[in-house]
Each structure stands twice: as C-alpha cells, then as structure tokens.
C-alpha cells in the first residue's frame, strides 16, 4: 500500500465515530402476536419497530455494532412455553446477553386514560447505578429536540430487573394523544426521535470514559 493510499483512508476518530465499537442491542417491544397498545389499526408494535429501524441506522452511523431482538413482526416467545408474554421477554434478555452487549434501549408507546398526556419519557431499573445516568442522557436529549416536559422514572417490568448491563426503557410518546399519535407515525418526528436518543447515548459514554480517565 502506497503513502498515499494511507493517507486517503478515512480516520477513525472520537469526533466522527464516537460509537466505534460499542455493542448496542436495540428491543423494539412487543410483535406478533402482541400489539401493545392501539388506536383502531395503529399498532404501538409496528411502530415500535419503525422507531427502532432508524435508531439502528443513527447508532451504526456513529460507528455502534448494533443488534436488534426482532426485525419484523414477529414475537419471541416458543411453541413450548406455557407463559408466552414472559417467554418472549426472556428470550429477549438472552439476545441481549448473547451478543455481549455494552448497553440495551428497549423502544415502546405509552397510553393512558387522559388523552392530554403527551411527551416522551425513560424509565431505568436501579439494578444496575449507570442506568439512571443513562436515563437522564437521553430524557435530556429528548426534552431538548422533541419538547416533551416529562421526566425519567424507575420501573420494576420483569425485562429490566433482569438485565443487569446499563440500559433504558424508552416510552417515545403517548399512542392516547391525537397530536403525538399523529406524530409517532411521522418519519421525520421517528428519525428525530431517534437522533435525540443517539445524542442521549454518546453523551452518556463520554461522561463514563471520562470518569473512568479520572478514577
């Protein structure tokens, strides 16, 4: 190879490949099966998914490995298990697990009764500390370019008390809200959703490197 050649090699580097090398396991919640929650033929599943498409795009662009549980319609759950919903949950975590997975983000809608409820939110379990640190990276992020004025919460859900590597549960949006739900099926409100999240995670491994640089 020649000086030249070398030289003309795109350089990998902090500030164009932030991601370069981090596992990165995306769970688009629900499928198949299970919808999640709806609006008459609005599945919060194909969302989901859709959601979970163009974040895997954003983190592999910042030079993530990225994984996903699911990348079609389908759910995870076997032919033998008596549970389905918790079958499909546990071999969810052994995806994310089985590729040795840095972090997880786990996409999903939210619904509730008052349709006036809007604006996206993280939720972290404290089995492990760097989870509500991952958190509010992203709500930050989320507040900054989607305008919500939620904040992040704790959930105790079977999936995140069990993982033990850093990761998040990411409500994106209230299926219940006309305006969001209108939204959350937008492509560029999607893609901006998932830059924001994308920010929220590189932000957070720079805080951790340097901590550890200090420690």
Not at 48 to 64: Q, T, V
Not at 98 to 103: D, F, G, I, T
């Amino acid at each position: 190879m020649t000086l030249l050649s070398v030289l003309s090699l795109p350089l990998i580097s902090a500030s164009t490949l932030p991601l370069y090398g981090i596992i990165i396991t995306i769970d688009p919640g629900h499928g198949g099966r299970d919808s999640g929650t709806y609006y008459h033929n609005i599945y919060e599943k194909n969302i989901n998914l859709e959601i979970s498409k163009k974040l895997e795009y954003e983190l592999g662009k910042k030079g993530a490995i990225v994984y996903m549980t699911r990348k079609r319609d389908i759910d995870l759950s076997s032919i033998y298990d008596s549970k389905k919903k918790r079958g499909d949950l546990y071999r969810r975590l052994l995806k994310i697990k089985e590729v040795n997975s840095n972090l997880y983000l786990s996409i999903h809608i939210n619904w509730y009764k008052d349709s006036t409820l809007q604006g996206a939110e993280v939720l972290y379990h404290t089995i492990n500390k760097e989870n509500k640190v991952l958190a509010s990276s992203i709500m930050k992020e989320l507040k900054k370019n989607t305008k919500t004025d939620r904040n992040i919460s704790e959930t105790d859900l079977y999936m995140y008390r069990n993982t033990t590597i850093p990761g998040v549960l990411i409500e994106c949006g209230y299926l219940s809200n006309p305006v969001e739900r209108k939204l959350l099926q937008d492509e560029k409100y999607q893609r901006k959703l998932a830059q924001s999240i994308t920010k929220g995670v590189i932000n957070f491994l720079k805080a951790r490197n340097k901590l550890q640089l200090v420690v």
